[in-house]
C-alpha cells in the first residue's frame, strides 16, 4: 500500500519514560522530514476538529547499542532518511542544545538512544534487518 516504510529504533536498555519520550522525538522528526506523509486533519461526528497525523504505519523497534549503530550504518549507506537521538540529547533542554550535543558525538561510534529511518520498504527492511519489535 506504501512505497516507503518508516521504523523507530529504541535502545532496550533505557526507562519507559525515556523509551518515549525518544519516540515522541524521532516521530517528530520523521513528520517534518516527511510532511507528505501527514494525513488530513479529523473531525469527529460534532464536528469539532482535531489535528492530523502521519498517514502511514510507524513501526517501533527495539535494540541494544550495537543494533542501533549498524541501522545507522546501513541507513547511511543506502541513503535513507535518519532522525537520530543520542544520550547526550536526555541532558539537554531545547533544540539548540540538542544540536550541540549531537555535534559533539564521534559520527563513527554514536552514543545512540534512538533513530528513525524512512525510506523505500526494501532499503528500510535492509538497515532494520535482525531488530525485534519493541515489547
Known amino acids: 500500500m506504501f512505497d516507503t516504510k518508516v521504523a523507530?529504533?529504541?535502545r532496550n536498555?533505557?526507562?519507559?519514560w525515556q523509551r518515549l519520550n525518544v519516540v515522541a522525538f524521532l516521530a517528530s522528526g520523521v513528520a517534518s522530514a516527511a510532511p507528505e506523509?501527514?494525513?488530513e486533519p479529523y473531525i469527529d461526528a460534532s464536528g469539532n476538529r482535531y489535528g492530523n497525523m502521519l498517514g502511514q504505519p510507524v513501526l517501533v523497534f527495539e535494540s541494544d547499542i550495537s543494533g542501533l549503530q549498524n541501522a545507522h550504518r546501513k541507513g547511511l549507506e543506502r541513503e535513507l532518511t535518519l532522525i537520530p537521538y543520542v544520550h547526550a540529547m536526555f541532558s539537554t533542554g531545547h533544540d539548540a542544545a540538542n544540536r550541540q550535543a549531537?555535534?559533539?558525538e564521534n559520527a563513527d561510534n554514536l552514543d545512540?538512544?534512538?533513530l528513525a529511518l524512512r525510506g523505500p520498504k526494501k532499503a528500510v527492511d535492509k538497515a532494520i534487518k535482525g531488530l525485534a519489535l519493541h515489547k
Not at 536498555?13 to 519507559?16: E, G, N, W
Open 112 to 114: 545512540l538512544v534512538g
Open 37 to 39: 506523509m501527514m494525513g
Open 102 to 104: 549531537f555535534l559533539a
Open 13 to 16: 536498555d533505557l526507562a519507559v
Open 8 to 10: 523507530l529504533i529504541v
